[in-house]
C-alpha cells in the first residue's frame, strides 16, 4: 500500500486540501463513505458504481501491476439490474481500460490525488499505449504541452492542482509525446500547423488548439526565468528547459516540432524588429 507523501503532502493533508476545495460538495454521505474507503484503504464494494470505478486506479493506495489487473478482472464482471445474475464481458474490461488509460493521457498530473509520479508511469505502461484511441491522441498532445508550460509558470492546471511541485509527470513522458507527435497527421502550412488526413479528433480547429499550445511552451523554453514564489526544488524545471531547447536544436525533437519552434523563433525576431522601426519612426518624428 502507498504511502509516500507527495513533495512532503501527506494522504491526509490531500485530501483535507480537497474538503476545503468543495471537492465532494456533490457527494451524498454514502458516496463520500466509499471514496474516502477507496483512497485511505483501497476498498471496493463489490460492484461499485461509476463515481468509485472512475477514480479507482489513480485513487486507490494499492498499487503495482497484481492490483490493477484485479481491478480490470472486476470490471469485466456486472450485475443484472432486475437478476442480479453476475455475468462475465470482456468488451467491458477492455472498454474500462480504455477510458482509464485516455483520462490519464488527456487529464492533467495526478500527485495532487496521491499518485506519486513513478506509479502514474507504471500504470499508463501497465494499461498500453496502443490502446489509446486516435481521437484522442491530438488532446493527449496538447495535455502534454499545457502541462509542462504550466509547470514552469508554476500555475496550477485545474481547479484542484498544486501549483508548486518539484517536478511533473510530464517530463517522464516527453519520448512518447515526441512519438505520438512524431505519428500525427498534421504538417506546417505557412504559419500553421493543419491536419494532414480526415480524423475524428484531428479537426483544424484541433490542429490550432495544439498550435498554441506549443506556442505557450516556447515562450517559457525560449528565456525562463524561474517564478519567484517558488520554494521546492528548482533542479527538475531548470533540467527540462536544458534539455528540451537542446531537443529542439539538434535532430532529437520530431521534424514537426523543431519546424514550429523555427517558426517560432522567426515570427519573434520579425516582431523585434517591428518595434525597434516603429520605436525610430517614433523618435524622428519628435
Known amino acids: 500500500m502507498d504511502t509516500?507523501?507527495?513533495?512532503?503532502?501527506?494522504?491526509?493533508?490531500?485530501?483535507?486540501?480537497?474538503?476545503?476545495?468543495?471537492?465532494f460538495d456533490w457527494c451524498r454521505k454514502e458516496e463520500y463513505r466509499q471514496l474516502r474507503a477507496l483512497y485511505f484503504d483501497g476498498?471496493?464494494?463489490?460492484?461499485?458504481?461509476t463515481f468509485v470505478t472512475c477514480r479507482e486506479l489513480?485513487?486507490?493506495?494499492?498499487?503495482?501491476?497484481?492490483?490493477?489487473?484485479?481491478?480490470?478482472?472486476?470490471?469485466?464482471?456486472?450485475?443484472?439490474?432486475?437478476?442480479?445474475?453476475?455475468?462475465?464481458?470482456?468488451?467491458?474490461g477492455e472498454e474500462y481500460a480504455v477510458e482509464q488509460l485516455e483520462g490519464l493521457l488527456v487529464n492533467h498530473d495526478q500527485q495532487h490525488y496521491g499518485m506519486a509520479i513513478d506509479d502514474q508511469i507504471a500504470l499508463i505502461e501497465f494499461l498500453g499505449v496502443e490502446r489509446l484511441p486516435?481521437?484522442?491522441?491530438?488532446?493527449?498532445?496538447?495535455?502534454?504541452?499545457?502541462?509542462?508550460?504550466?509547470?514552469l509558470a508554476a500555475e496550477g492546471r485545474?481547479?484542484?492542482?498544486?501549483?508548486?511541485?518539484?517536478?511533473t509527470r510530464g517530463t517522464r513522458l516527453r519520448d512518447l509525446f515526441y512519438r505520438l507527435l512524431s505519428e500525427a497527421p498534421v504538417a506546417v502550412k505557412g504559419a500553421r500547423l493543419v491536419p494532414t488526413e480526415e480524423r475524428i479528433g484531428w479537426s483544424d480547429f484541433h490542429a490550432?488548439?495544439?498550435?498554441?499550445?506549443?506556442?505557450?511552451?516556447?515562450?517559457?523554453?525560449?528565456?525562463?526565468?524561474?517564478?519567484?514564489k517558488l520554494?521546492?526544488?528548482?533542479?527538475?524545471?531548470?533540467?527540462?528547459?536544458?534539455?528540451?531547447?537542446?531537443?529542439?536544436?539538434?535532430?532529437?525533437?520530431?521534424?514537426?516540432?523543431?519546424?514550429?519552434?523555427?517558426?517560432?523563433?522567426?515570427?519573434?525576431v520579425e516582431a523585434k524588429a517591428k518595434a525597434a522601426a516603429k520605436k525610430a519612426n517614433k523618435a524622428q518624428a519628435c
Request: net charge negative; aromatic share 14%.
Open 134 to 151: 486516435s481521437r484522442s491522441v491530438c488532446t493527449a498532445l496538447g495535455a502534454w504541452s499545457a502541462e509542462m508550460w504550466l509547470w
Open 231 to 268: 520554494a521546492c526544488d528548482l533542479g527538475p524545471r531548470l533540467q527540462f528547459v536544458e534539455s528540451m531547447r537542446n531537443d529542439l536544436e539538434s535532430d532529437r525533437a520530431p521534424p514537426i516540432l523543431r519546424e514550429l519552434w523555427d517558426l517560432w523563433q522567426s515570427r519573434k
Open 158 to 167: 485545474g481547479e484542484y492542482g498544486i501549483a508548486g511541485l518539484s517536478d
Open 58 to 92: 489513480v485513487w486507490s493506495p494499492l498499487r503495482g501491476e497484481a492490483h490493477w489487473q484485479s481491478v480490470l478482472q472486476a470490471r469485466r464482471r456486472y450485475q443484472h439490474i432486475d437478476t442480479e445474475e453476475t455475468f462475465i464481458s470482456e468488451v467491458f
Open 4 to 23: 509516500k507523501a507527495i513533495d512532503g503532502y501527506t494522504r491526509q493533508y490531500l485530501w483535507d486540501r480537497l474538503e476545503q476545495a468543495d471537492y
Open 208 to 228: 490550432q488548439d495544439l498550435h498554441e499550445s506549443f506556442k505557450l511552451l516556447f515562450k517559457h523554453l525560449d528565456n525562463y526565468r524561474v517564478p519567484k
Open 43 to 49: 476498498v471496493v464494494e463489490e460492484f461499485p458504481k
